[in-house]
């Protein structure tokens, strides 16, 4: 904010949101902004002064950071400025939300499910209560203490050098298994996370079609989960997987932008889903008169050669998560209108009727 000092500033490792921590004598503040830079959630930490008896909300959006009630903070005569050179971020693994830290431990957690236009702003160590500011860190720290320290082990694991070759080799294998043997690879990610690769499975003499599967999106949970439920392992780990008759070369160009879309967009995917396409030139050929794809835990209801089941392609975990693989399928923008009107097993029902096979060709 205006004429405040920067004690730390970093992005999330998916890029999608960052937090920055500031200081101007009064108080201290972090913010939690989205990927166009605009706040999304704005949490006060300290007082540095003394603490005045009622609230300014409408400070929360002005140059300065408002301070913190007297009622609401554990020091009303304000407390000594943090220390810049302790101050670090632990990212949580889904990228959405993110804990801050300083040699006492825990100082504030921004998670996901914040949101300041809600009401829902992060918890703050110095707190007391819950304020428009920030909720007290004490009532909620034993319980979201393990998210922090399995975030921070996540993020060391990741940053180990044969990490992600084990993701890799672990989806690779489980592909080979249960798909067939493999033909082309393709890294699809852009160098930084999620690192994402798309593997073909030619056509055999059972299988008269090309499976194209991503390799690596199970490596990281997806973001926003816990906003809907309380247990968010069954939903928290995917791959995607493409049927074609077509050029494999052709048809992986989709998963350029939405291998990663959970992260870059913070949301997440799941049986049902309908996601509108990119508009993006180098997908034309492939797109058709296609608006959207459906996402699709189990494809067979729709047609397929011969009557023809897809692999099965159940059984793998990954850091103790059941890993589910969705196959896309692309539909039109009626269909896709048709889908948020209704519900998507009405729409897979009346495709399954009309004849719409699950395989691209």
């Not at 959970?262 to 180098?282: C, I, M, Q, Y």
Request: glycine content about 8%; proline content about 8%; hydrophobic content about 40%.
């Amino acid at each position: 904010m205006a004429g405040a000092r920067v004690l730390l500033d970093q992005f999330s490792p998916y890029r999608s949101r960052r937090v920055i921590v500031e200081h101007d004598s009064r108080t201290t503040a972090a913010y939690l902004l989205d990927a166009r830079g605009d706040i999304r959630v704005p949490v006060w930490l300290a007082n540095h002064g003394m603490a005045p008896e009622t609230s300014d909300p409408e400070g929360l959006y002005r140059g300065q950071a408002p301070l913190m009630p007297a009622a609401q903070t554990k020091h009303p005569q304000g407390r000594a400025p943090f220390d810049e050179s302790a101050l670090r971020a632990v990212w949580f693994e889904e990228g959405d939300g993110v804990a801050l830290l300083d040699d006492d431990g825990l100082l504030a957690i921004i998670p996901g499910w914040a949101e300041a236009d809600s009401g829902l702003p992060g918890y703050a160590r110095e707190a007391i209560g819950r304020s428009p500011y920030a909720w007290a860190l004490d009532p909620v720290a034993e319980q979201l203490w393990p998210r922090v320290v399995h975030a921070e082990a996540y993020w060391d694991w990741r940053a180990a050098p044969n990490a992600w070759r084990s993701v890799q080799r672990t989806v690779f294998n489980h592909l080979t298994r249960t798909v067939g043997p493999a033909g082309h690879y393709w890294d699809v990610s852009d160098g930084h996370a999620p690192l994402i690769r798309v593997s073909e499975r030619p056509p055999t003499e059972d299988r008269p079609y090309t499976v194209l599967s991503t390799v690596g999106m199970c490596g990281q949970r997806m973001p926003t989960l816990d906003r809907y439920m309380a247990d968010t392992s069954a939903y928290a780990r995917i791959e995607l997987a493409l049927a074609t008759t077509t050029q494999a070369h052709v048809a992986a160009r989709i998963f350029r932008w939405i291998g990663a879309f959970p992260w870059r967009a913070v949301t997440w995917f799941g049986a049902g889903h309908s996601v509108k396409w990119l508009d993006n030139p180098e997908d034309t050929a492939m797109r058709g008169n296609s608006a959207a794809v459906l996402l699709v835990a189990d494809p067979a209801p729709l047609s397929g050669p011969s009557g023809r089941m897809p692999p099965d392609t159940l059984g793998l975990t990954f850091h103790g998560d059941p890993v589910t693989w969705l196959w896309i399928v692309p539909i039109t923008r009626p269909e896709h209108l048709f889908a948020k009107e209704h519900d998507s097993a009405t729409l897979l029902g009346k495709l399954a009727a009309e004849g719409r096979s699950w395989i691209l060709g």
